[in-house]
């Protein structure tokens, strides 16, 4: 990955890398806003419902995210990834042809999401601590979660480089449960209130998402292109492949956030999961950035790597440069800041939540700093690779925890993330490597060009 661009790569690269920033900078901005926003509601429902419900409500929200993500697939990423090439050959008929075959997978994933949702709640709703009055605001929490799809819009404006437009959209959650948290707060701080307020911050966000898609004039041509399943997958090649290996990754992710979650709740209590969720949250804030340079470079890393050119590696190494700089900035802000931000937003009943910050957050720091090895794989059709790279650091995660949270409770739970996140970054990172070094070869060989008689 080493090897160097050629001097006319450089521009491209240099392009490239700025894009990614000017992309980056409407991400931070609206995610410095909805960061902000964050801790201010949740430190309002935390303070309000007590350590025991905000387990609860924190292990509702939790397995209605954790069955949307598992049921679901990526996408945007799918829309990124096989829309570069209409988009730029001005195919609208099959770029809209796309759309609808991503937008009809959205729905349909979420039905069967909805039907999963019923039989878990009827079976294992106790064990989460969802007594029957809760049972009807828990089942419609998990419906509205799983039908405000909006990942084939978003997939659609990161495609077009309308990324002002997909931070305004996506900045509605948190704008929206900061007033329904302030209305909660004022009419009665209970479960099932703050779980009207966080569906009706779903319905906010999902409604803006489909409101910018269809103002760039994308709706009108994702209904008017009717296509077979099979057109899809012919002008597509691997697209199905893509699609179930980026499901895949995107399940075993939630390996590292929201599995830990619930099992601290099932085998330590509720109580125990609102002192790990609050930890997780706030860890979460801080190592955001990872998820926005993802959102910020995917369409770049793609182009790079269908450009065929020395691009690639430069693109990578600055990446990575950058994320591991600001991973060790957060790390030692966390050491700074934990422990009074623990106990602004939680109080005094949130303070054995400081040891599994620091874990959690460190588990995010390491994944920051390898933020861009999953991207390349992905654009380069390295999908399966990333895969059984989740795979091993989900079985390293669930060891880990199984072995230590018998005798450290969330703490333990929070140290198998760290593991996780440890094995799997690692992995990637060797398989990027690889696929950089194949790539950098290819173009240089392409630069020759044939050898002479």
Not at 55 to 61: D, M, P, V
Not at 135 to 150: D, H, K, Y
Not at 409 to 426: D, H, K, Q
Request: charged residues 10%; glycine residues 14%; proline residues 3%.
């Amino acid at each position: 990955m080493a090897g160097g661009a050629t001097p006319q790569d450089q521009p491209a690269a240099r392009r490239g890398f700025r894009a990614v920033l000017h992309n980056l900078g409407w991400l931070v901005a609206n995610r410095g806003l909805v960061g902000l926003l964050s801790l201010v509601y949740l430190a309002i429902a935390a303070r309000s419902l007590g350590v025991a419900d905000f387990g609860r409500f924190s292990l509702i929200t939790g397995a209605s995210r954790a069955l949307a993500t598992m049921v679901g697939f990526q996408t945007w990423q799918i829309v990124v990834q096989y829309g570069v090439a209409p988009l730029h050959a001005g195919d609208k008929a099959r770029l809209g042809r796309l759309f609808r075959a991503c937008g009809l997978l959205d729905f349909a994933t979420a039905l069967v999401g909805i039907a999963i949702g019923v039989a878990i709640l009827a079976v294992w709703g106790g064990s989460f601590g969802i007594d029957d009055a809760l049972m009807g605001q828990t089942l419609m929490f998990l419906v509205v979660q799983l039908v405000t799809v909006r990942s084939m819009p978003l997939g659609a404006l990161r495609l077009q480089d309308r990324f002002a437009e997909a931070a305004f959209a996506d900045s509605m959650t948190g704008i929206v449960r900061l007033i329904g948290a302030v209305a909660v707060l004022l009419i009665g701080a209970r479960v099932e209130n703050f779980l009207y307020a966080w569906a009706a911050a779903e319905i906010a966000t999902a409604a803006a998402f489909w409101w910018m898609f269809a103002r760039g004039g994308n709706l009108a041509l994702t209904l008017k292109s009717r296509a077979p399943i099979q057109a899809v997958l012919a002008e597509n090649p691997g697209i199905a492949r893509f699609s179930i290996s980026t499901s895949g990754s995107s399940t075993l992710g939630l390996a590292s956030t929201q599995l830990p979650l619930l099992l601290v709740g099932g085998f330590v209590g509720p109580a125990a999961a609102g002192i790990f969720r609050l930890a997780f949250q706030i860890a979460n804030a801080l190592t955001k950035l990872s998820q926005l340079l993802v959102r910020a470079g995917f369409p770049e890393i793609v182009r790079a790597v269908r450009s065929g050119t020395g691009n690639l590696s430069r693109t990578i190494w600055r990446m990575f440069a950058g994320s591991s700089l600001a991973a060790g900035a957060i790390m030692l802000l966390t050491f700074a800041i934990g422990q009074p931000v623990l106990a602004l937003v939680g109080g005094k009943g949130f303070g054995a939540a400081y040891p599994i910050l620091l874990w959690l957050t460190a588990a995010g720091c390491i994944g920051l700093a390898g933020v861009s090895f999953e991207p390349v794989l992905m654009a380069g059709d390295h999908a399966v690779t990333a895969f059984v790279a989740r795979c091993i650091g989900v079985v390293a995660l669930i060891g880990a925890m199984v072995a230590l949270m018998p005798a450290m409770g969330g703490e333990g739970a929070s140290i198998g993330v760290f593991i996780g996140s440890v094995v799997t970054t690692l992995l990637l990172g060797l398989a990027t490597l690889r696929f950089g070094r194949k790539a950098q070869a290819n173009a240089d060989g392409l630069q020759s060009g044939p050898a002479g008689p």
